[in-house]
């Protein structure tokens, strides 16, 4: 092959691959985390379980820097995060939402100041079906009427089973089964805010303990439906693209489409501090953070399914730690 044209067609592939991977960002551009001095100490983490394999992976990769550190993580779910770092129980506190009014009340009552939160990682929350469903897409008030009883969204009637849907074939008449979440989840909570206009789930939600627990049943149940993070996929399952309305166009989970918004179910992951104004945070802390958010620990977000964080965003994060 003319060595011209092969140098073509690999530069067109490149591009291919740039345009259509989901996963693909600009992290090469954030600055590299470069180690300090010995540092000893150490830290504990409590909340998020979709933030649970990112704080794992991050805290292993953290201690080949600094190999004295000692670390704990606890991920039971977002709503455990406040009260642990109300109590000072933890060091951070990943979150999949943001705080709520009372929970960033109760923690400046306690300490007279607010916490801080520090995006960490972008994430789209993903609706889940069979990876033998072959529904082509659904819009938000679809998803509403599936997984909730008040229909807030605006969709005229209750969605039971597949036909309902548009569905032909073999899954026409089963009923849909849906999986979601328990509510200590910020996932639960957030999903709830923004595919469910903030209704009420369905009494027959079958709850899970953490988002890869969701994303195995709808794998094992051919009707089924469930709710979680992108980088929970596996190859038992399909993502579904999502319209914002009705009539709308179904938009699939990508690193465009998640960082400019038009994914309907974008959102960040957060770390939440407790960082008093003016007063730096122990050393321990303040370089695992910037090592979160530095071009390796980028990088790993984007290996676990997730998009990293722009790096004009993450130069006006890092000044907040300081």
Same mark, same amino acid.
């Given at each position: 092959?003319?060595?011209?044209?092969?140098?073509?067609?690999?530069?067109?592939? $490149?591009?291919?691959? %740039?345009?259509?991977?989901? $996963?693909?960002?600009?992290?090469?551009?954030?600055?590299?985390?470069?180690?300090?001095?010995?540092?000893?100490?150490?830290?504990?983490?409590?909340?998020?379980? @979709?933030?649970?394999?990112? %704080?794992?992976?991050?805290?292993?990769?953290?201690?080949?820097? #600094?190999?004295?550190?000692?670390?704990?993580?606890?991920?039971?779910?977002?709503?455990?995060?406040?009260?642990?770092?109300?109590?000072?129980?933890?060091? $951070?506190?990943?979150?999949?939402?943001?705080?709520?009014?009372?929970?960033?009340?109760? !923690?400046?009552?306690? !300490?007279?100041?607010?916490?801080? /939160?520090?995006?960490?990682?972008?994430?789209?929350?993903?609706? #889940?079906? =069979?990876?033998?469903?072959?529904? *082509?897409?659904?819009?938000?008030?679809?998803?509403?009427?599936?997984? *909730?009883?008040?229909?807030?969204?605006?969709?005229?009637?209750?969605? &039971?089973?597949?036909?309902?849907?548009?569905?032909?074939?073999?899954?026409?008449?089963? =009923?849909?089964?849906? $999986?979601?979440?328990?509510?200590? *989840?910020? @996932?639960?909570?957030?999903?709830?805010?923004?595919?469910?206009?903030?209704?009420?789930?369905?009494? =027959?939600?079958?709850?899970?303990?953490?988002?890869?627990?969701?994303?195995?049943?709808?794998?094992?149940?051919? =009707?089924?439906?469930?709710?979680?993070?992108?980088?929970?996929?596996?190859?038992?399952?399909?993502?579904?693209?999502?319209?914002?309305?009705?009539?709308? /166009? #179904?938009?699939?989970? @990508?690193?465009? @489409?998640?960082?400019?918004?038009?994914?309907?179910?974008?959102? !960040?992951?957060?770390? #939440?501090?407790? +960082?008093?104004?003016?007063?730096?945070?122990?050393?321990?802390?303040?370089?695992?953070?910037?090592?979160?958010?530095?071009?390796?620990?980028?990088?790993?977000?984007? &290996?676990?399914?997730?998009?990293?964080?722009?790096?004009?965003?993450?130069? +006006?994060?890092?000044?907040?730690?300081?």
């Amino acid at each position: 092959m003319n060595i011209k044209i092969k140098k073509s067609l690999i530069s067109f592939y $490149f591009l291919l691959i %740039m345009m259509y991977s989901p $996963f693909v960002s600009a992290q090469s551009e954030i600055a590299t985390y470069k180690k300090i001095d010995h540092i000893d100490g150490g830290f504990s983490s409590v909340g998020s379980d @979709t933030l649970a394999n990112l %704080m794992t992976l991050w805290s292993e990769q953290y201690k080949t820097f #600094y190999p004295d550190v000692t670390i704990q993580i606890q991920a039971a779910g977002s709503a455990t995060a406040p009260p642990a770092l109300i109590e000072s129980i933890a060091t $951070f506190g990943p979150m999949s939402r943001k705080m709520k009014p009372n929970e960033i009340a109760e !923690f400046e009552q306690q !300490f007279g100041y607010k916490p801080l /939160a520090i995006p960490v990682a972008i994430d789209a929350l993903s609706v #889940y079906v =069979n990876k033998n469903n072959p529904i *082509s897409g659904l819009s938000i008030p679809q998803v509403d009427a599936i997984f *909730s009883s008040t229909r807030n969204c605006g969709y005229p009637n209750a969605i &039971k089973q597949w036909h309902d849907v548009g569905l032909i074939g073999s899954l026409r008449l089963k =009923n849909i089964k849906v $999986f979601g979440r328990n509510a200590v *989840s910020g @996932t639960y909570s957030y999903f709830r805010k923004k595919a469910l206009c903030k209704g009420k789930y369905k009494k =027959n939600l079958s709850e899970q303990p953490g988002s890869a627990a969701v994303v195995q049943s709808v794998a094992a149940s051919i =009707n089924g439906i469930g709710y979680s993070g992108i980088g929970y996929k596996t190859k038992g399952v399909r993502i579904v693209p999502l319209s914002k309305k009705k009539g709308g /166009a #179904y938009i699939v989970p @990508t690193t465009q @489409t998640i960082e400019s918004g038009s994914y309907p179910l974008s959102r !960040f992951l957060y770390i #939440y501090i407790n +960082k008093k104004p003016s007063v730096a945070l122990p050393v321990v802390e303040q370089e695992f953070l910037k090592f979160v958010l530095s071009r390796q620990g980028q990088e790993i977000v984007v &290996k676990d399914g997730y998009v990293a964080l722009p790096k004009v965003m993450i130069s +006006k994060i890092l000044s907040k730690i300081q």
